[in-house]
């Protein structure tokens, strides 16, 4: 893809491949003149936008973030586009108008909806041609906070997305005097595709955590030499690295908060001792946020739209695809929102305040923590309990290793009724294909608790949100007990850059078959260095503990390394639909699977 | 660019073994390898040690060089599932072993990854919505890169400077790709030697790629053209590795051996050394070539990385010529071994 991008007098490519490239090539003088004439992108808080009736139209418009300049692809030249608000019961009627040079989509992210309407091109329709007009029309069976976004190619992370917030039929159980949207996304400055390109040719391109002699010499002043090379020795024997938290970093990203980088001070305003409702939403194309709002404490009253007992919290950390609404109630006149990315390189930042023009103080990014032995091998390290501090603590409590936290695994088919166990099988079974050269690891001893709030989080002193907080009110959706399991590996190779499931690649992959009807359980297995968000289009994934206790009701599944985790799902819409991280890279390089429900 | 000598230095009296170990030893990650340390960080927790690490200049044979060359675990082993209200159990001595979790073949028992579809295949069937074709994402887009791996300008302790290049062209997938690779020597303005390579490359393991194609040696003196099959990779402890095989006309065969290492000092100082062995199966005096081990060199560059994709260095370059080589070396006047300082520039897209 690089080449043809440096040769657009070849015609290859669509305008805005070519303007990017251009736009990556020579920074922001190199904007032709048509593109400078381009109208900027309205960001922002976003026009909103009610329902039954919908009229989005996909165009070029320019953006500026900081100074990084480019064309990005819009809705109704809003970026993030308008926020559409539907009412649950309502059949609504949303007419997507593409002026773009490309095929493009829109996927209604977590919305549960007939597949035809899901929005995926390949899949559920043929894409939207250029020049025409799709029309979705489909029944609210849900409430809550959801996002859209377009599912074709590289635009969802050239500005297509924005927020759907669906009322409760009955009125809203979320008390709350202000309601405000906070979508998380961010920018490649590059073309996406030439960003992608680069991650082939070396895959730690921007990667600006390297372990360093500089870090060596400290960690041996702290530790002795021993332990420090002992801890560097384990990594560069596995030729893995203890700082790939993110493919991406603040050297080709920028950090947006509703549309906004930093410098824009994004503010939303409320009034002393009112409740403060945000419906937080990653939209990114690849940033896991770690969002707190220091001063406040944040009641996550929602998670991927489905209401949850109230959990208070100091921070949570949100990955594309996810949602999560808090309520806070703030006092001062001004706080600040602070969004560090996983890989603590940059942030997306916002005010709370009580009028414009308000600034909070800006907490310092957070120190880099290195993965711990947890995160390579599961069950090898009791780091999983958050009992791992920095790099530090993980190499002097290597030699101390607790080992009673393992070794459980043959006690765990307690049978609820008749054949169907209670709690998710512990053995471990590797598909064959993950002993291809697109796979760099698999883990045998995985970690199978949910109160790890993850690398970069571990004992920071702050209460942080972890999946085992989560408890969808009302329970799960459907009695049953699972019928069946389907034991999924997510794969990659580091190195190459490669990504998939049960170490094959979409283009080699069969699809997943789910008989219509079924109440079937899900295990996913993390053989990988990183967090995938898996997310699953049209069905629910009723997550639940290592015991088999229902959790919460998710459309995208944080599976963090070396992590094995299940839920059950209820196979209650036929049709084809998909099944994915919600890293896009990772996505588009074939951590995608087909499931078919028939 | 080992045949000639340009200009023949002293090389004073350091040796480029040793000094490659003296340099690995400084610089932490690479110093288990330099002196054949085993890596089983297992052996902290009182496991099994696993096998020792291959030495830089003598990477293992395709296949078995991944770290796990140890079968996976039994699956009992693999079993434990560690939470917090985990009983107390014994850890089976296997299990703590990492060797198993790269590399090696699938057991027997290993799962289908196609066994859930039940027969259904992909874009085909049920539920296809009409003028609905078959999804393609990335993962079989080929994607191209060019990298000018070495750009310099050479000064010699005594003699002429000249200029040197080292770069590579890839396109293709993930797993197979063409790769172009290029390096040669320029000397008052002609080329002097150059050595050029067209290779088929193909992923054999996680780390690994087999290479297959045609070299061809250029510049003065005759040319001569070869089949090369080699293996090229990432052994442990980052260590990028080459061994290639050379079958070239009336019978004469070689081989290369190359590593080098890349030692981050700062997020963008970069130490770099870099070693390279050449041997050969016949006397080629046309070219200056002999018999056996004929030439090896050790390099030692300092990058700054402006960006990632741009960066300066300087270095210094030992170089040695052995056996009938050296003699040929010497005959034309030169020295068998040189000492040379390097400036340049590396940059890849």
Known sequence: ?598 | MNKFELNPPSVGGIRPLHAFALLALAFGSSVAAAQGMTHDHGATHGATPAAPTPSPATPPAAGAHDHGATHRAPPAAAAASPSPQAPDAPVPQAAMDHGDMQGGSPPADARDPDAYANGHERGTGEHVPPGVTKLHLGDEHSFASFKLNRLERVFPRRGGNHTAYEGQLKFGGDFNHAVLKAEGEVAGGKLHESRTELLWGHAIAAYWDSQLGLRHDGGEGPSRTWLAFGVEGTAPYWIHTRVTAYLGQSGRTALRLEAEYDAYLTQKLVLQPKTEWHFYSKNDPEQGIGKGLSSASLGLRLRYEFTPQISPYIGVEWQRSFGRTADFMRDAGGRASQTRWVAGLSFWF
Request: neutral net charge.
């Open chain 1, 1 to 598: 893809m690089l080449i043809p991008s440096l040769l657009p007098a070849a015609g290859l490519l669509p305008r805005r491949r070519f303007l990017q490239a251009m736009t990556a090539l020579g920074s922001t003088a190199a904007l032709p003149a048509w593109a400078q004439a381009l109208p900027a992108a309205r960001t922002g808080t976003p026009p909103e936008l009610r329902g039954p009736h919908f009229e989005l139209t996909m165009d070029y418009t320019s953006v500026d973030f900081d100074g990084r300049r480019g064309i990005a692809t819009t809705l109704n030249g809003s970026l993030p586009g308008p926020t559409l608000r539907m009412r649950e019961g309502e059949t609504v009627t949303i007419r997507v108008t593409n002026r773009l040079r490309e095929t493009a989509s829109i996927h209604w992210h977590g919305v549960i909806l007939p597949f035809q309407m899901d929005g995926v091109p390949g899949i559920s329709f043929a894409g939207i041609a250029p020049g025409e007009t799709f029309t979705y029309r489909f029944t609210l069976e849900q409430s809550g906070t959801y996002w859209y976004h377009s599912h074709s190619g590289m635009q969802e992370l050239t500005g297509i997305y924005g927020a759907l917030i669906v009322e409760p039929r009955g009125g809203e159980t979320i008390r709350a005097a202000r309601d405000q949207v906070v979508l998380l996304s961010d920018w490649t400055g590059d073309d996406p595709m030439r960003a992608l390109a680069k991650l082939k040719a070396e895959a730690h391109v921007y990667n600006q955590n390297n372990p360093t002699l500089v870090k060596l010499l400290r960690d041996a002043r702290q530790h002795g030499m021993k332990a420090a090379l002992a801890e560097r020795d384990m990594w560069n024997a596995m030729r893995m690295s203890p700082t790939d938290l993110a493919d991406l970093s603040s050297r080709v990203l920028s950090y947006l908060i509703n549309g906004q980088a930093s410098g824009a001070n994004w503010t939303a305003l409320f009034k002393p001792g009112e409740r403060v409702r945000l419906r937080c939403i990653n939209g990114a194309g690849n940033t896991f946020y770690d969002l707190r709002i220091p001063g406040l404490k944040l009641t996550v009253v929602q998670q991927d739209g489905q209401n949850v007992e109230p959990v208070t919290v100091d921070e949570f950390r949100i990955g594309p695809g996810q949602t999560c609404d808090v309520v806070v109630q703030p006092r001062e006149d001004a706080y600040t929102l602070f969004a560090q990315s996983m890989d603590r390189t940059g942030a997306a930042i916002g005010t709370l305040a009580v009028r414009e023009g308000l600034k909070a103080p800006v907490p310092v990014l957070d120190a880099v923590q290195w993965l711990s032995m947890a995160d390579m091998m599961g069950g090898m390290d009791h780091g999983a309990h958050g009992g791992e501090g920095d790099a530090s603590a993980a190499m002097m409590n290597h030699g101390s290793m607790d080992h009673s936290s393992m070794g459980h695994g043959a006690m765990n088919h307690g049978l609820a009724d008749g054949n169907r166990p209670a709690r998710a099988s512990a053995q471990v079974r590797h598909a064959r294909t993950e002993w291809g050269p697109g796979s760099d690891m698999r883990v045998d001893m995985p970690r199978a608790n949910l109160d790890d709030p993850g690398v970069g989080l571990r004992n920071n002193g702050r209460r942080v949100l972890t999946l085992a907080d989560l408890h969808t009110i009302g329970g799960p959706m459907d009695p049953r007990g699972a019928e069946r399991e389907i034991e999924l590996h997510l794969t990659g190779n580091m190195e190459r850059y490669t990504w998939s499931i049960d170490g094959q690649r979409f283009a080699d992959s069969k699809p997943v078959h789910f008989k219509y009807g079924e109440r079937l359980r899900v295990i996913l297995h993390n053989d990988t260095m990183m967090t995938h968000p898996m997310h699953l289009h049209g069905m629910w994934q009723e997550l639940e503990s290592p015991e088999g206790k229902f959790l919460a009701r998710l459309h995208t599944i944080p599976v963090q390394p070396a992590q094995r985790l299940s839920f059950l799902v209820t196979a209650d819409a036929l049709g084809r639909w998909v099944w994915h991280c919600h890293l896009m890279f990772h996505m588009d390089l074939g951590m995608f699977r087909e499931v078919v429900v028939s």
